[in-house]
């Protein structure tokens, strides 16, 4: 069986981080390894606390792990330190691990802050440029680059920019732009805009499955378009089936 890896917030709905990713696995039939980097007091309707696990723990969990079984593709969620961004980015260089998506978490759907302070300039520095795929959301999109994201152009432009930063392949997802949902994927060779329906409503956890469903891919050993595209689709169907435990947001059906 193939094997993944996720490095991510722990989310006591299930809804996102850490549970989310490694049920996105399950579906596509990758056993999922996980690896916590932060734990979270949250609901359906919002994050109230967030906090770093320790770097040896986190330092043990990476290395011990890793001795032992080595993940066809591996993804980054919430790193909420920056000594969690050197660790992992550490380990990919000591383990020549491959296939990383990088979900560059910043802000929450419920608009948290998600990271330390000088955290994304780590993520930046140090995992775009050994990243199979980056996930961006629009506003993570304008953080990094600097500038705004309001349109498709704005979006073409902020790939080229994060281009430029090492990833191999950039996906900035769309789908808080008005009255439109579309991801643009970009490798330096050309565009491409995978638009699908607008679902109305809002959910938790979005941008995890889908950087989970592309690694699920990648680890299966379909390339990166192939990925986001099936990836897309997979998204579209666990929204469309979202049920709502709590009093917030729903919560996919995986």
């Known amino acids: ?41 949250q609901n359906t309707k919002g994050i109230d606390y967030i906090a770093g696990v ?13 001795e032992d079984i080595k993940p066809g593709a591996l993804k980054t969620g919430m790193l909420y330190t920056t000594y969690a961004v050197d660790l992992v980015a550490d380990a990919i260089k000591n383990y020549s691990l491959g296939n990383l998506v990088v979900d560059p978490v910043a802000v929450s759907s419920s608009g948290a802050l998600l990271v330390e302070e000088g955290t994304l300039d780590a993520i930046r520095n140090k995992l775009f440029p ?17 500038m705004r994201v309001e349109s498709g152009e704005d979006m073409e432009k902020a790939a080229e920019l994060l281009k430029e930063m090492g990833p191999e ?11 439109l949902t579309m991801d643009l994927y970009y490798d330096g060779g050309g565009f491409h805009k995978l638009e699908s329906d607008k679902i109305e409503g809002e959910y938790h956890g979005t941008g995890c499955a889908f950087s989970a469903a592309i690694t699920a891919m990648l680890c ?10 099936r990836a897309k689709d997979y998204i579209q169907n666990a929204i469309r089936r979202a049920y709502y435990p709590g009093r917030g947001m ?4 995986l």
């Open 130 to 146: 050994v990243s199979k795929v980056i996930t961006p959301n629009i506003y993570e999109a304008a953080i990094f680059t600097g």
């Open 54 to 66: 320790d770097s040896v723990l986190l330092r043990r969990q990476l290395e011990f792990l890793l």
């Open 1 to 41: 069986m193939k094997i993944a890896l996720t490095i991510a917030g722990s989310d006591p709905t299930g809804g996102a981080g850490l549970q989310a990713d490694l049920r996105v696995f399950k579906a596509f039939g990758v056993h999922g390894l996980g690896i916590p980097s932060a734990l979270t007091a």
């Open 250 to 253: 729903g919560l996919l059906n």
């Open 169 to 179: 392949v950039i996906v900035i997802t769309g789908g808080h732009l008005e009255g």
């Open 220 to 229: 299966l050993g379909h390339i990166p378009l192939e990925a986001v595209r």
